[in-house]
């Protein structure tokens, strides 16, 4: 059996509404029930992720009629990254990293200290993070179907 690291359904479908209400008009709101519809999610699971969102200010929503949802702030300035940590909260790959920023979490390893693989699961840490800083939602809701280049790692 393989094992992979694996994105949340939480995660994924923060995503695609996200990246979904990027492309309409910021002066439009839609509401959560068409956002839903268009990205083929359940109702119940988005409304609890577009709250979370909106807790964090990504998303602004508005009551009643003629209300719905719309990106808070300019596509170009809300990351893969922000929307992942805002639904989830702090990205680690491995339990013994702190809070997504590489240092060492001795409380959760015993034997972090000493531990030989810890440079490599800081630098995949250090990578992956890269790269869901630099993809914007701007760039992943443009017509031609996300135009995010990635990082060259060297």
Same mark, same amino acid.
């Given at each position: 059996?393989?094992?992979?690291?694996?994105?949340?359904?939480?995660?994924?479908?923060?995503? @695609? =509404?996200?990246?979904?209400?990027?492309?309409?008009?910021?002066?439009?709101?839609? /509401?959560?029930r068409e956002?839903? &519809? &268009?990205?083929?999610? /359940?109702?119940?699971f988005l =409304? +609890?992720?577009?709250?979370?969102?909106?807790? #964090?200010?990504?998303?602004?929503?508005? @009551?009643?009629?003629?209300?719905?949802? =719309? *990106?808070? +702030?300019?596509?170009?300035?809300? $990351?893969?990254?922000?929307?992942?940590?805002?639904?989830?909260?702090?990205?680690?790959?491995?339990?013994?990293?702190?809070?997504?920023?590489? #240092?060492?979490?001795?409380?959760?390893? $015993?034997?972090?200290?000493?531990?030989?693989m810890l440079?490599?699961? @800081?630098?995949?840490?250090?990578?992956?993070?890269?790269?869901?800083?630099?993809?914007?939602?701007?760039?992943?809701?443009?017509?031609?179907?996300?135009?995010?280049? *990635?990082?060259?790692?060297?």
């Amino acid at each position: 059996m393989q094992h992979v690291l694996q994105i949340s359904r939480k995660i994924d479908y923060g995503l @695609r =509404a996200m990246i979904f209400l990027a492309g309409r008009p910021t002066d439009e709101l839609i /509401p959560f029930r068409e956002v839903a &519809r &268009r990205i083929e999610v /359940p109702e119940d699971f988005l =409304a +609890k992720i577009l709250k979370t969102l909106a807790d #964090a200010g990504l998303v602004q929503s508005q @009551r009643g009629s003629g209300g719905g949802y =719309a *990106l808070a +702030k300019p596509a170009g300035d809300i $990351s893969f990254l922000d929307v992942i940590e805002a639904v989830e909260g702090p990205v680690k790959v491995n339990v013994c990293l702190q809070d997504g920023d590489g #240092a060492p979490d001795h409380d959760a390893c $015993s034997v972090a200290p000493s531990c030989t693989m810890l440079s490599v699961w @800081r630098e995949g840490q250090e990578r992956m993070l890269e790269v869901y800083r630099k993809a914007t939602l701007a760039e992943l809701a443009s017509p031609r179907g996300g135009g995010h280049k *990635l990082p060259t790692l060297a």
